[in-house]
């Protein structure tokens, strides 16, 4: 089946510092990235829908300028956390599709914490 | 504007037990997606069905079933004879097409633990 490898699994660091976590569609080309925060207990939101070799388009409430979205192969997708503070502590987790309609598939998330 | 709503926060029940995950949903188009997805206690997302709108046939996997009701708009999980490893949060997601683009969002529900007890 499917498989979306998301790196790194787990990070702990200062406030201040930037986060950089990769999403990388391992058996297909993804033509679109999604990228969801999700808080404890708490059900996924969608942050931003990113298709290959295009900009990002971020929900509303998500800002652009502290959620940095690359997509810059059919493979690969990256979220840089920019200026990382304890408020952005959460659970990360990118999805990738082949093509419109078709069924997401998730990674294993990236657990952010924030000092 | 989509919506899924998963009434059950949480359920709680013995191993070999049959369980119902409800999940309702709302939306204005006619053509859209319903998912089921798995996230267990290590969070990764597992992917358990897709239906698309005009699907109104049930599904049986296994030890799993889902019931597509549109006069209704719910699309219902059932796990017969669950199992301890059946214990995770179930999120039932609606996917349509964005406004204005061509990107299918999916809207999460709030998402049901179910917890299965030995």
């Known amino acids: 089946g499917a498989v979306v490898s998301q790196h790194p699994s787990w990070v702990i660091c200062k406030s201040g510092t930037s986060v950089k976590i990769e999403c990388r569609s391992l058996d297909f080309q993804a033509t679109t990235m999604f990228w969801y925060r999700q808080f404890p207990k708490q059900s996924l939101m969608l942050m931003a829908t990113?298709?290959?070799?295009?900009?990002?388009?971020?929900e509303q409430g998500v800002e652009k300028d502290k959620f940095l979205i690359n997509h810059a192969s059919l493979t690969l997708s990256t979220l840089t956390v920019t200026s990382a503070h304890p408020e952005d502590s959460s659970f990360y987790i990118c999805s990738a599709t082949r093509r419109n309609n078709q069924p997401q598939h998730f990674g294993d998330g990236t657990r952010l914490s924030i000092l | 504007a989509q919506k899924v709503t998963q009434a059950q926060t949480e359920i709680s029940v013995v191993e070999k037990e049959d369980v119902t995950l409800d999940c309702v949903y709302e939306t204005r188009d006619t053509t859209y997606y319903l998912f089921w997805y798995k996230q267990p206690p290590s969070g990764e997302l597992v992917f358990l069905i897709r239906r698309n709108s005009f699907d109104e046939q049930n599904e049986i996997s296994g030890r799993y079933s889902w019931n597509f009701q549109k006069s209704t708009s719910s699309f219902n999980f059932t796990i017969t004879a669950s199992q301890v490893v059946d214990s995770a949060v179930y999120f039932c997601?609606?996917?349509?097409?964005?406004?204005?683009?061509?990107?299918?969002?999916?809207?999460f529900g709030k998402g049901t633990l179910l917890t299965v007890n030995p």
């Open positions: 990113s298709n290959e070799g295009s900009k990002a388009t971020y």
């Open positions: 997601a609606l996917s349509e097409a964005a406004s204005g683009g061509s990107n299918y969002k999916l809207t």
